[in-house]
């Protein structure tokens, strides 16, 4: 699981939560599968800083980042809040309507304003504090505004390990990061760095190429499945 999801994310930028989260949600309680995607997410943005350094400014950032942070701190009292079904049903719906809004969205060069950049930090946050998952309204912001694949897929890398790194403070800050939580990213990061080189081999090669569609389809059936999952523990 560990493995399709860091291919995909090093391939196209993001989809690392969107895959991980559904996929650890199946065998872990919600808060273990969202603090240990949102630490794989973080070291992963850390180790990976080299390739997308310097390739979007910053400056206009800072709205994203500030919004993020306001909302993942509200979206993280959402948390404990929800029972494992609700969890996945929401996560399944919130991937499958992703996949339905980047089908519309196509890479097209667009000035935002602040209050684009507020909105879709804030939303971000509140995904991201709920579920570990940030990726769907910066996705959308980033295809709908940038139209280089790699300046797009550098600018998501960016916001995602950030986010990364509130959600972590923000899990840690509300008793949910244990020592097992550690064991379980020790498990995981050698299928992570793995994952990372070939998924990264993958864009050098292809490029965008074929990353929106390998990408749409695959955070689809996750979102399906998921779904599927969520409701049939409900019956």
Not at 16 to 28: I, K, M, S
Not at 98 to 107: D, E, G, K, Q, R
Not at 182 to 204: E, I, N, T
Request: charged share 10%.
């Amino acid at each position: 699981m560990v493995i399709v999801a860091v291919v995909l994310r090093s391939f196209t930028g993001f989809g690392f939560a969107l895959a991980a989260v559904p996929g650890f949600a199946l065998f872990l309680p919600p808060a273990q599968a969202v603090v240990l995607s949102a630490s794989l997410s973080l070291a992963l943005g850390v180790q990976t800083f080299p390739q997308y350094r310097g390739k979007t400014p910053l400056r206009p950032m800072i709205p994203l980042f500030l919004a993020a942070i306001v909302g993942t701190v509200l979206g993280a009292q959402l948390l404990v809040l929800l029972s494992v079904s609700t969890f996945m049903l929401l996560i399944g719906v919130a991937v499958i309507a992703a996949c339905l809004a980047l089908s519309v969205f196509h890479p097209r060069r667009r000035k935002a304003g602040n209050a684009l950049r507020l909105g879709a930090g804030l939303s971000s946050g509140l995904m991201n504090g709920a579920f570990a998952i940030p990726g769907p309204p910066i996705i959308i912001y980033a295809m709908a505004t940038e139209s280089d694949p790699a300046a797009s897929r550098a600018l998501m890398i960016l916001f995602f390990t950030f986010s990364s790194l509130v959600a972590l403070l923000t899990f840690s800050a509300g008793g949910l990061v244990s020592l097992n939580s550690l064991w379980l990213f020790l498990l995981g990061y050698p299928a992570m760095f793995l994952g990372d080189r070939l998924g990264f081999s993958l864009f050098k090669r292809y490029g965008g190429r074929f990353y929106r569609r390998v990408a749409l389809v695959a955070l689809f059936l996750v979102g399906v499945s998921i779904l599927l999952k969520g409701l049939s523990s409900l019956s």
